[in-house]
T-cell receptor, first 112, second 106 residues
Framework: NAGVTQTPKFQVLKTGQSMTLQCAQDMNHEYMSWYRQDPGMGLRLIHYSVGAGITDQGEVPNGYNVSRSTTEDFPLRLLSAAPSQTSVYFC???????????FGSGTRLTVV | KNEVEQSPQNLTAQEGEFITINCSYSVGISALHWLQQHPGGGIVSLFMLSSGKKKHGRLIATINIQEKHSSLHITASHPRDSAVYICAVTGNQFYFGTGTSLTVIP
């Protein structure tokens, strides 16, 4: 099925560990983005990309890295996990002009 | 400082009622989005608006660019409409409201 695929759905990390959240889309969307959702705060933009080879920071980029080597994939890397990074993470993609967003199913990350 | 404000934060309605959720924003935008997040967590894009009004089934979204305000209406509400409704705007960044949690009681 066409859409945005996020893996894993759940993850528990120890403080200081690193990991990569995967995001892939098969709709040939140029724009991809990562968000975190925390209670009472709404979704916040971490990083985004307007095309392969181009990435930029959003509102809360510290502690996260991204790369966009292909149109399809936009992985999010946690370099050294901290309890403050406990959150639900969503990846989304859209065509040019942001005409409709497609969201992944989310990754619930707990850092202990 | 919240660039996007939604009201109410929580809403409980009886099945069949007409529901309105409001969104006000303070930044210049190119478009406004209404999203729906189900209890399972998945997020679905309902509407994207840059002017006027859009309708999809029992859902109607309106936007007033001059007043920087949008409303999402649900006619003949049903328990399956129970979800969190999120307003978001795209300008130089993508800003989200904190959501309106809707519960429709049979």
């Amino acid at each position: 099925n066409a859409g945005v695929t996020q893996t894993p759905k759940f993850q528990v990390l120890k403080t200081g560990q690193s990991m990569t959240l995967q995001c892939a889309q098969d709709m040939n969307h140029e724009y991809m983005s990562w968000y975190r959702q925390d209670p009472g705060m709404g979704l916040r933009l971490i990083h985004y990309s307007v095309g392969a080879g181009i990435t930029d920071q959003g509102e809360v980029p510290n502690g996260y890295n991204v790369s966009r080597s292909t149109t399809e994939d936009f992985p999010l890397r946690l370099l050294s996990a901290a309890p403050s990074q406990t959150s639900v993470y969503f990846c989304a993609s859209s065509p040019p002009g942001h005409y409709g967003y497609t969201f992944g199913s989310g990754t619930r990350l707990t850092v202990v | 400082k919240n660039e996007v404000e939604q009201s109410p934060q929580n809403l409980t309605a009886q099945e069949g009622e007409f529901i309105t959720i409001n969104c006000s924003y303070s930044v210049g935008i190119s478009a406004l989005h209404w999203l729906q997040q189900h209890p399972g967590g998945g997020i679905v894009s309902l509407f994207m608006l840059s002017s006027g009004k859009k309708k999809h089934g029992r859902l109607i979204a309106t936007i007033n660019i001059q007043e920087k305000h949008s409303s999402l209406h649900i006619t003949a509400s049903h328990p399956r409409d129970s979800a969190v409704y999120i307003c978001a705007v795209t300008g130089n960044q993508f800003y989200f409201g904190t959501g309106t949690s809707l519960t429709v009681i049979p």
